[in-house]
């Protein structure tokens, strides 16, 4: 995986991070618990592409190592939840339900891959948890109307586009 991908699961990491500490106490229904506040991490930690998603959920660490190390937002601390999606979508529901039962985590960062967003869509919207991909590009996850996923990348239709000019 080259440094620019990494930076994008950082940058996303940063980004949910920022937006969910400096946000309300309470976002989509869920209440943050005492304590640090949790950040999800669904990629892909065992199998083949084992190392695509080590190197996603090291990015990930670094930013909320480097935010908390900076202070936080008001002194609250964020920590890092991982959940091995095994890049099956299958896989990705039972993180998806395991993550999204704790009321300590207040958001996703991933899946890793777009049938594994697919696979989540539906839960994360019913439990109002928002989700950021650094790696989701399937058109059609936007025009589904979901209000709890982000992405940080463009959409395969708006890529091939900029790759034929």
Do not use: H
């Amino acid at each position: 995986m080259n440094k620019r991908f990494g930076r994008i699961v950082a940058l996303a990491s940063l980004i949910l991070v920022v937006l969910l500490v400096s946000g309300c106490a309470s976002l989509g229904g869920k209440k943050a618990a005492q304590g640090p506040i949790k950040i999800g991490m669904m990629t892909v930690l065992t199998g083949p592409a084992a190392s695509v998603g080590s190197e996603q959920r090291n990015w990930a660490k670094l930013a909320v190592d480097e935010f908390n190390k900076a202070g936080g937002v008001g002194g609250v601390q964020v920590e890092l939840v991982d959940g091995d999606t095994e890049f099956d979508p299958a896989k990705s529901v039972l993180v998806g339900d395991r993550l999204a039962a704790d009321s300590a985590v207040v958001g996703i960062v991933g899946p890793e891959s777009s049938q594994n967003c697919a696979a989540v869509a539906d839960a994360f919207e019913k439990a109002g948890l928002p989700y950021v991909s650094p790696s989701c590009t399937k058109a059609d996850l936007s025009s589904k109307g979901y209000k709890t996923f982000f992405r940080v990348v463009p959409r395969d239709d708006v890529q091939a586009v900029s790759a034929a000019i």
